[in-house]
């Protein structure tokens, strides 16, 4: 039975039912999930159909929570491996290339030799070819000028950008939580 309800992540909206995040998008175990109803911190809005059971309680499996108090959300994103690509949309800055997260490195656009700093604004994603043969090279020296600017991403910038991303596993119960904050187009 535990094996099949880890197959049951509950997605998590703050208190505006919006989604914590969207990339990773907000999801808690089951066990996580039951204890926060338990305790009244969330509000269910959707179920499985998978029941659990105690010797005294029956419920259904929540599929969609919602806090009952709003967490702020961060305004500026942590400088991580993950958000940098993120930003970059799993993009090889110099060659245009689209990589898995395993096929990507980081890349001082100025190198550290040369005053470059490990920050937003001198990091870029590149495929390991582009980043050996750029090596300790000024973009202009090379010829490789990354197809954007390096910068600060918005927490709202990394949303949009994992919007395009979906998990592997998206139930169905999830779809009218998740998009509906994105602007529909003017027919």
Not at 2 to 7: G, I, N, P, Q, R
Not at 71 to 90: C, E, G, H, I, Y
Not at 154 to 175: D, M, V
Request: proline letters at 7%.
């Amino acid at each position: 039975m535990s094996a099949h309800l880890d197959s049951c992540p509950v997605l998590v909206l703050n208190a505006d039912f919006r989604p914590l995040s969207y990339f990773p998008l907000s999801l808690w175990s089951w066990q996580e999930a039951v204890k926060a109803v338990f305790m009244n911190r969330v509000n269910i809005l959707s179920e499985y159909d998978t029941k659990i059971h105690s010797p005294s309680i029956e419920m259904q499996l929540p599929s969609v929570i919602a806090l009952k108090e709003y967490v702020r959300p961060s305004r500026k994103p942590a400088f991580t491996r993950f958000n940098l690509f993120l930003r970059d949309k799993w993009q090889c800055q110099y060659c245009g290339g689209k990589f898995k997260t395993h096929e990507l490195t980081f890349d001082h656009v100025i190198p550290k030799s040369k005053g470059g700093g490990t920050n937003w604004e001198n990091i870029v994603a590149a495929c390991e070819k582009c980043n050996v043969k750029k090596g300790d090279m000024l973009p202009h020296e090379c010829s490789m000028i990354p197809l954007h600017k390096p910068n600060v991403p918005t927490i709202q910038q990394l949303q949009e950008n994992g919007r395009a991303f979906p998990p592997n596993f998206l139930h169905e119960s999830w779809e009218d939580y998740l998009y509906w904050d994105t602007v529909l187009e003017n027919n």
